[in-house]
Protein backbone atom coordinates (compact mmCIF):
# COMPACT_ATOMS: atom_id res chain seq x y z
CA UNK A 1 0.00 0.00 0.00
CA UNK A 2 2.58 2.33 0.79
CA UNK A 3 4.64 1.78 -2.67
CA UNK A 4 1.88 2.29 -4.05
CA UNK A 5 1.09 5.81 -2.56
CA UNK A 6 4.81 6.44 -3.30
CA UNK A 7 4.31 5.78 -7.06
CA UNK A 8 1.30 8.39 -7.00
CA UNK A 9 3.62 11.22 -5.29
CA UNK A 10 6.38 10.01 -7.70
CA UNK A 11 3.84 10.21 -10.48
CA UNK A 12 2.28 13.89 -9.34
CA UNK A 13 5.59 15.00 -8.90
CA UNK A 14 7.20 13.67 -12.26
CA UNK A 15 3.85 15.83 -14.04
CA UNK A 16 4.91 18.85 -11.45
CA UNK A 17 8.09 18.71 -13.17
CA UNK A 18 7.06 18.39 -16.62
CA UNK A 19 4.40 21.59 -15.67
CA UNK A 20 7.26 23.63 -14.41
CA UNK A 21 9.61 23.32 -17.63
CA UNK A 22 6.88 24.23 -19.83
CA UNK A 23 6.27 27.44 -17.69
CA UNK A 24 9.79 27.89 -17.99
CA UNK A 25 9.57 27.33 -21.76
CA UNK A 26 6.53 29.84 -22.01
CA UNK A 27 8.15 32.15 -20.04
CA UNK A 28 11.08 31.99 -21.94
CA UNK A 29 9.08 33.01 -25.15
CA UNK A 30 7.27 35.61 -23.52
CA UNK A 31 10.86 37.28 -22.84
CA UNK A 32 11.64 36.73 -26.37
CA UNK A 33 8.00 38.51 -27.52
CA UNK A 34 8.51 41.62 -25.33
CA UNK A 35 12.42 42.29 -26.35
CA UNK A 36 10.98 42.28 -30.01
CA UNK A 37 8.24 44.28 -29.09
CA UNK A 38 11.26 46.25 -27.42
CA UNK A 39 13.15 46.48 -30.34
CA UNK A 40 10.40 47.50 -32.74
CA UNK A 41 9.62 50.39 -30.65
CA UNK A 42 13.14 51.25 -30.47
CA UNK A 43 13.21 51.02 -34.25
CA UNK A 44 9.66 53.38 -34.38
CA UNK A 45 11.45 55.85 -32.41
CA UNK A 46 14.18 56.18 -35.10
CA UNK A 47 11.91 56.18 -38.07
CA UNK A 48 9.43 58.97 -36.38
CA UNK A 49 12.86 60.99 -35.53
CA UNK A 50 13.51 60.81 -39.54
CA UNK A 51 10.56 62.01 -40.34
CA UNK A 52 10.91 65.20 -38.77
CA UNK A 53 13.24 66.88 -41.76
CA UNK A 54 10.78 65.34 -43.86
CA UNK A 55 7.63 66.90 -41.74
CA UNK A 56 9.80 70.27 -42.46
CA UNK A 57 10.35 70.02 -46.04
CA UNK A 58 6.46 69.26 -46.63
CA UNK A 59 5.50 71.92 -44.64
CA UNK A 60 8.06 74.44 -46.19
CA UNK A 61 6.91 73.16 -49.75
CA UNK A 62 3.25 73.36 -49.11
CA UNK A 63 3.60 77.21 -48.17
CA UNK A 64 5.88 78.14 -51.04
CA UNK A 65 2.97 76.28 -53.30
CA UNK A 66 -0.09 78.61 -51.37
CA UNK A 67 2.13 81.19 -51.59
CA UNK A 68 2.57 80.83 -55.58
CA UNK A 69 -1.00 79.96 -56.08
CA UNK A 70 -1.88 83.05 -54.01
CA UNK A 71 0.03 85.02 -56.20
CA UNK A 72 -1.19 83.40 -59.41
CA UNK A 73 -5.24 84.18 -58.49
CA UNK A 74 -4.95 87.25 -56.98
CA UNK A 75 -7.14 89.53 -58.83
CA UNK A 76 -5.28 92.34 -61.54
CA UNK A 77 -6.61 95.93 -61.48
CA UNK A 78 -7.85 95.33 -64.59
CA UNK A 79 -8.55 99.52 -65.10
CA UNK A 80 -5.07 100.43 -64.52
CA UNK A 81 -4.30 97.75 -67.12
CA UNK A 82 -7.12 99.12 -69.33
CA UNK A 83 -6.05 102.79 -69.98
CA UNK A 84 -3.29 103.75 -72.44
CA UNK A 85 -0.08 104.12 -70.92
CA UNK A 86 0.59 107.85 -70.96
Known amino acids: ?8 YAGALLALVGLSQKIYQ ?6 EVLDQIH ?3 EDLAGYQESLVPLQKQVTQQTNRLNTLEAIL ?11 PCP
Open 39 to 41: QLQ
Open 73 to 83: YAPFPLERSSQ
Open 1 to 8: MFLIELGG
Open 26 to 31: LIHKVQ
